[in-house]
């Protein structure tokens, strides 16, 4: 079995060594991550401009590019073909409900179900998300051993096509984790803040994005199953048809809509 292991908080991270060593024992691992943090880059690919790769030992690669990049560099150029299964993460904090669109954790995941290949994506929620106290270090260790279980837990399961399963581990204590919920995708709400400032050149620069401002309560969301100290586990799919709404706008305008 060949497993792709990449993330967007860097080849250093030690998200991904951890996670990467936690599924060793299950075939070949081959590590392939941006050189740098590359955080909220979304499902973007390189296109305007040159990659590079940078091996820094047998079957552990660097790239210039983004997560969705690696992915796409691992199977066409190093690998030479499909892994069996592509594991992204493990992330400094949350991928919950509408933070997976901007998430390149979760977009390393959704290139391999791009092409069909068992795809995971694994977060870790910090405890000021949870409301729970100071922010605390990061539990990787304990993550990877929960990786893992998911994903030995999960082998014997057929994908959907186009599929890939988003994990979101609560950074607290293992004891006090309270299960595994399988749970929809949720939504979450940020602050709308536009920064101004001022360069040491006298030229304006913007920083966008505020802080978490909670989420919609429904007791079967992701964002749901974490604040209850459970691993949240979300099925997610490419297909982002609204299938009532498509339904209601096929049968309301059976000939099309028209354009005069």
């Given at each position: 079995m060949k497993i792709l292991v990449s993330n967007d908080d860097g080849f250093d991270s030690p998200g991904i060594q951890l996670l990467a060593k936690a599924v060793e024992s299950l075939g070949e691992v081959y590590i392939v991550a941006p050189h740098r943090e590359r955080s909220t880059a979304g499902h973007s690919l390189t296109l305007h401009k040159p990659l590079r790769i940078i091996q820094h030992g047998p079957r552990q690669f660097a790239t210039s590019g983004t997560p969705a990049d690696c992915i796409y560099l691992g199977i066409?150029?190093?690998l030479q073909g499909k892994p069996d299964i592509i594991l992204s993460g493990i992330n400094?904090?949350?991928n919950l409900g509408t933070d997976?669109?901007?998430?390149?954790?979760?977009a390393a995941a959704r290139e391999g179900a791009l092409m069909n290949i068992r795809s995971y994506s694994f977060s870790m929620v910090d405890v000021?998300?949870?409301?729970?106290g100071e922010r605390q270090p990061f539990r990787f260790e304990m993550a990877a051993e929960i990786a893992q279980r998911v994903v030995l837990?999960?082998?014997?399961?057929?994908?959907?096509?186009?599929?890939?399963l988003n994990v979101n581990i609560p950074n607290i204590e293992r004891k006090l984790i309270r299960g595994i919920e399988i749970a929809r995708q949720g939504f979450r709400h940020y602050k709308t803040e536009v920064t101004r400032g001022t360069d040491p050149r006298g030229k304006e620069y913007f920083w966008v994005g505020g802080p978490y401002r909670g989420f919609e309560k429904s007791e079967?969301?992701?964002?749901?199953?974490v604040e209850e100290r459970k691993v949240s586990v979300t099925p997610l799919t490419i297909d982002c048809t609204h299938n009532e709404f498509?339904?209601?706008?096929?049968s309301q305008f059976c000939q099309g809509l028209v354009l005069n």
């Amino acid at each position: 079995m060949k497993i792709l292991v990449s993330n967007d908080d860097g080849f250093d991270s030690p998200g991904i060594q951890l996670l990467a060593k936690a599924v060793e024992s299950l075939g070949e691992v081959y590590i392939v991550a941006p050189h740098r943090e590359r955080s909220t880059a979304g499902h973007s690919l390189t296109l305007h401009k040159p990659l590079r790769i940078i091996q820094h030992g047998p079957r552990q690669f660097a790239t210039s590019g983004t997560p969705a990049d690696c992915i796409y560099l691992g199977i066409h150029h190093i690998l030479q073909g499909k892994p069996d299964i592509i594991l992204s993460g493990i992330n400094r904090g949350a991928n919950l409900g509408t933070d997976v669109f901007y998430s390149g954790t979760v977009a390393a995941a959704r290139e391999g179900a791009l092409m069909n290949i068992r795809s995971y994506s694994f977060s870790m929620v910090d405890v000021e998300a949870l409301n729970l106290g100071e922010r605390q270090p990061f539990r990787f260790e304990m993550a990877a051993e929960i990786a893992q279980r998911v994903v030995l837990q999960t082998l014997s399961l057929k994908f959907p096509p186009h599929t890939l399963l988003n994990v979101n581990i609560p950074n607290i204590e293992r004891k006090l984790i309270r299960g595994i919920e399988i749970a929809r995708q949720g939504f979450r709400h940020y602050k709308t803040e536009v920064t101004r400032g001022t360069d040491p050149r006298g030229k304006e620069y913007f920083w966008v994005g505020g802080p978490y401002r909670g989420f919609e309560k429904s007791e079967v969301s992701d964002c749901h199953a974490v604040e209850e100290r459970k691993v949240s586990v979300t099925p997610l799919t490419i297909d982002c048809t609204h299938n009532e709404f498509y339904g209601s706008l096929k049968s309301q305008f059976c000939q099309g809509l028209v354009l005069n």
